[in-house]
T-cell receptor
Framework: NAGVTQTPKFRVLKTGQSMTLLCAQD?????MYWYRQDPGMGLRLIHY???????AKGEVPDGYNVSRLKKQNFLLGLESAAPSQTSVYFC???????????FGSGTRLTVV | SQQGEEDPQALSIQEGENATMNCSYK?????LQWYRQNSGRGLVHLIL?????REKHSGRLRVTLDTSKKSSSLLITASRAADTASYFC???????????FGKGTHLIIQP
């Protein structure tokens, strides 16, 4: 039972490059989330999805796009990376409200 | 914006002692959750307390919630070196738009 799997675990990008972060969950969860964590900060919500084919903006959505074509996968895209997007990105999922979230192990992204 | 604020920001205690962390939040909630994050790792869900509950226990963990003061506390009893980690409180409102986190308390257990 893998839970939530994030790929890649590490990545270095040059300013202006694009990339996609993949989140996959095997728990049949409806809700999926992308967060970023910066030093000394808690996690901040980027985008989320309440089911296959749906996406919505969170607290810090600018510069990111997402897609949920399949229930088990939630993709986070950076079209033109900026140094301000250097962060650790976490994906999470949950079944219904009132239950805890399951987090992936994170993707550490550096934009130079 | 950050919903929760943990206090203290850092806490260092001796193994075997109890550790108490506090969390304050700003808006009404459906539930409040506590997570642990070991260095360089993902977050692990510890315990969830609903807005109509006042206290909850899970193993060595005890969580209280005071909705009138918009505050919660996490007590870890008989601390162990393996409890060294950052602890975050996170609130859930009425919708599906995820957890809102505080900045965390960094707990160090001295052997």
């Amino acid at each position: 039972n893998a839970g939530v799997t994030q790929t890649p675990k590490f990545r270095v990008l040059k300013t202006g490059q694009s990339m996609t972060l993949l989140c996959a969950q095997d728990m049949n969860h409806e809700y999926m989330y992308w967060y970023r964590q910066d030093p000394g900060m808690g996690l901040r919500l980027i985008h989320y999805s309440v089911g296959e084919g749906t996406t919505a903006k969170g607290e810090v959505p600018d510069g990111y796009n997402v897609s949920r074509l399949k229930k088990q996968n939630f993709l986070l895209g950076l079209e033109s990376a900026a140094p301000s997007q250097t962060s650790v990105y976490f994906c999470a999922s949950r079944a219904t409200i009132g239950l805890g979230y399951t987090f992936g192990s994170g993707t550490r992204l550096t934009v130079v | 914006s950050q919903q929760g604020e943990e206090d203290p920001q850092a806490l260092s205690i001796q193994e075997g002692e109890n550790a108490t962390m506090n969390c304050s939040y700003k808006t009404s909630i459906n539930n409040l959750q506590w997570y642990r994050q070991n260095s360089g790792r993902g977050l692990v869900h510890l315990i969830l307390i609903r807005s109509n509950e006042r206290e909850k226990h899970s193993g060595r963990l005890r969580v209280t919630l005071d909705t009138s003061k918009k505050s919660s506390s996490l007590l870890i009893t008989a601390s162990r070196a393996a409890d060294t980690a950052s602890y975050f409180c996170a609130t859930v409102g009425g919708g599906a738009d995820g957890l809102t986190f505080g900045k965390g308390t960094h707990l160090i257990i001295q052997p």
